[in-house]
């Protein structure tokens, strides 16, 4: 599609490797009713959702993650704030061309139990994201951090908040080194690039600690902002 920004390109590449990723590797539109009260084209998609801005910032803009799951897991410093509202803008650009829609799915149920709200490709913003997903390491681990699928937490008879900020924690160092958790197969469902044989073994396949250095721009698309 023309007049698109590579920016908003990058976005809807993004979207649409994400929604691959959520449905077994095959493009498909979320589809839903619309949900009244918003100014803005909505859909009551409850599930995976195609985008989240934290993912966003991630891939596209390559921000750093601090380490502090309080404070939305990345610098509150200028360059990260320009970036963020540089996505922000292409993102609200791409809902008024109907290429992404609002999933206002309600955040109110505790663990990460369900998807966040988010944005999904509309039939035409899939067909302006064209064919070929993006390669992006520890896409997983990125959508279940920023809330696009829900924490991995193994289940006790009580969770507490102390599972899920644990959980976080993880996620975050696997993001900042650049390696797969090795993680029993019994123990949560296998994301995507993991192996699952049956045994209860800790998973070894992947990228190691020694391939972060390796991987320094690798989880981000090259876009202007």
Not at 31 to 37: E, F, H, I, K, S
Not at 87 to 116: E, F, M, S, W
Not at 190 to 215: E, H, I, L, M, S
């Amino acid at each position: 599609m023309s007049g698109l920004s590579q920016l908003q390109r990058g976005i809807l590449r993004l979207a649409l490797t994400v929604n691959m990723h959520t449905q077994g590797g095959v493009a498909r539109v979320k589809a839903g009713a619309t949900v009244p009260g918003y100014r803005v084209p909505t859909v009551d998609y409850a599930g995976p959702k195609d985008l989240r801005p934290p993912l966003a910032m991630w891939a596209l803009a390559g921000a750093t993650l601090t380490g502090d799951i309080h404070n939305a897991h990345f610098r509150h410093d200028a360059a990260s704030l320009s970036r963020k509202a540089s996505i922000t803008r292409a993102t609200t650009r791409l809902l008024q061309r109907g290429l992404l829609v609002l999933a206002p799915n309600p955040d109110h149920v505790l663990y990460g139990d369900r998807p966040k709200w988010g944005y999904v490709l509309t039939a035409e913003g899939m067909a302006a994201a064209g064919t070929e997903p993006m390669d992006l390491p520890l896409l997983a681990e990125a959508c279940e951090l920023f809330g696009i699928t829900p924490l991995q937490i193994v289940k006790q008879s009580r969770w507490e908040h102390c599972d899920m900020h644990q959980r976080q924690t993880v996620l975050i160092t696997i993001l900042r080194n650049g390696y797969h958790e090795p993680r029993s197969a019994a123990a949560v469902t296998v994301a995507n690039g993991y192996r699952q044989d049956g045994a209860d073994t800790a998973v070894t396949d992947g990228p190691t600690a020694t391939d972060a250095q390796q991987w320094g721009a690798g989880n981000r698309c090259e876009v202007q902002l």
